[in-house]
């Protein structure tokens, strides 16, 4: 089977009931991938051949959907750090700090389900260093993130 295009989202509008769910899970580097062979938990061979310019898989995008069935892509949990600074100048400062060293970091507001205003970044021993020494408050955490962390590219 070749996908070429993604039907929806489960989190967008649910299956209805009885639809039989086969799931691809995959890791969250594989999410900006646009052509690759996939496998459901079924044994279920996929190929996949997403348009140039398609955005980036995430969690819950509906593969594959017939009234009766549907394959689902779930994504792995991520290792990550999520940067609980008390100002907006230690903030400021830790993303500083951290951006010269060329790392991803994705930020939400108090509405997120953070519950409060944080900055995420993947775990790497480096960042603990720098939080523990500079008396940033942090904690780990493995969650699905809603958008994959891409390798920054830089040059001077």
């Known amino acids: 089977m070749i996908v070429e295009s993604l039907k929806g989202n ?6 209805p009931d009885g639809v039989h769910v086969e799931t691809v899970t995959l ?5 900006v991938k646009r052509i690759q062979r996939l496998r459901t938990d079924h044994g279920t061979e996929i190929g996949l051949r ?3 310019g398609s955005p980036d898989l995430k969690d819950g995008d509906i ?6 069935n549907a394959i689902v892509l779930r994504v792995e949990s991520t290792e990550v750090i999520v940067i609980k600074a ?12 951290l951006g010269n060293r060329h790392l991803q970091a994705q930020f939400f507001g108090a509405d997120s ?3 409060a205003e944080v900055m995420v970044v993947q775990d790497d021993h480096t960042v603990i260093q720098y939080l523990d020494a ?5 904690e ?6 809603p958008v994959p962390f891409r390798h920054a590219e830089h040059t001077h």
């Open 10 to 15: 489960v989190h967008d509008d649910a299956l």
């Open 113 to 115: 389900e953070y519950g």
């Open 140 to 145: 780990r955490q493995s969650r699905v993130m």
């Open 63 to 68: 593969l594959d959907r017939t009234e009766s």
């Open 27 to 31: 890791p969250s580097a594989q999410l």
């Open 86 to 97: 008390r100002s907006i100048l230690e903030m400021a400062v830790t993303a500083h700090s």
């Open 134 to 138: 500079a008396g940033v408050p942090y």
């Open 50 to 52: 997403l348009p140039a």
